[in-house]
């Protein structure tokens, strides 16, 4: 009796919809028994769950009431969208799997090597070859390693240099293969240099093979315990230039859940100035001069902390300290063959969470705190570059919204 009330009631669900998007296949007769009726329910849910497998969409919003502070005090108060990207993904075919992501709140301009938008974040198609080999095509994540990098950017209150001023997506291939609980993962990507010849520095010519190679590895050790996120990057910028970066993160999961330490150090080398914040330095140190430096560095560690008071309440807190500096001569006005600091940054965030419907919704309202300050070194503030500090408070909501 419980089995046929279940039937007639999932039967009655079909026929709903059958009404309300008209798109069903009406039979050519009627069933004459029971097992001629559960055998249309089950066509019926196997064409609902195929629709709904090829197409789902989702919004990803972040909506703040904002106020700003820099190093001579209160700026604003104001009301804004800080994240909002529509997002598309769905299964073609079996194991042929596409994604999209447009960042509405963002600039359109269109200067990639791709010829996509700037406001595109993603999109590709992936192709599982078996359980353990996938294939992926398109605009994508760049592989930078670390955990700020790898959480959707709604959960960010504020990045760190490398996470704010790297490229982030590009378009290229990916290849990615499971060794039991370790992910491995070798990419190939557009450098896409978008700059202006006349910011080149002398002796530095732009090439026609632009490239990334990416090497990532997911880790999990001790049955999930340590879960390493390891990178490294090789960029051929320009004509023999190239970036060299390390980036190492680790997360430490505490027996309960949601609560764990993440840790990341980082390294890039750059030949030519490829995150450009050393050469910004060097146009208010120069005047007028657009030229990028040659011989940076930037480094970094980022520390943070989750702790989950129950299922709907959480806190964090996470700190960065990073440093940049340049073997370039013309900084100072001279020639020199050893490193010179160009200056620190410091960024902190604290923040609680409140998820109303339990942590797994996604669904949350925050109130957080960051701040994010550059110092710079005696010559740069003798010749009239002043420290940055910037922070904020932040009351708002965030939530991944599934659509369909």
Known sequence: MRKLIYTMCVL????????AN??????????????????????????????????NLLINFQGNNRSNF??????????????????????LADGLTYRFRQRIN?????????????????????????DDFRIKFGKQAEM????????????????????????????????SYDIGAQNLNFQIVNADNTLSTDRLPEGVNETGAAMGYNVLWYGSLFDGKLQPIWSYQLY?????????????????????????????VYNSSEDVDDMKLVSDVYQQFEGNDNTLMTDVQYYGVVGKYRYAF????????????????????????????????VFTSQTGVVAFEYYPYGYADGFRVHLAVSSQGFNYVDQVNAAGVEDISNSSIMIGVKHRLQLF
């Open 236 to 264: 051929n910028n320009y004509e023999d230039a190239f970036t060299k970066r390390v980036n190492l993160g680790f997360r430490i999961n505490q027996k309960k859940p949601n609560r764990f330490f993440e840790f990341e």
């Open 310 to 341: 129950s299922d709907k309440c959480h806190a964090l807190v996470k700190y960065a300290y990073e440093k940049a500096n340049t073997k370039d001569g013309s900084f100072y006005g001279e020639t020199s063959s050893t490193q010179s600091d």
């Open 22 to 55: 008209a798109q069903s296949v009406e039979p050519t007769q009627e069933p004459d028994s029971l097992a001629q009726r559960i055998d249309l329910l089950q066509q019926e849910v196997d064409q609902l769950k195929q629709k709904n497998d090829r197409f």
């Open 106 to 130: 963002s600039t359109s301009g269109n200067g990639n090597q791709d010829g996509l938008s700037f406001a595109t974040d993603v999109m590709e198609l992936q192709y599982e070859v078996n």
């Open 70 to 91: 820099d190093q001579n005090g209160f700026v604003d108060n104001k009301f804004t969208i800080d994240q909002f990207r529509i997002e598309m993904m769905g299964e």
């Open 12 to 19: 009655g669900g079909v026929f709903a919809n059958k009404l």
């Open 144 to 175: 930078l390693g670390g955990y700020e990098f790898d959480y959707n950017p709604i959960d960010i209150y504020q990045y760190t240099l490398i996470g704010n001023y790297c490229k982030g997506f590009l378009t290229g291939v990916n290849f």
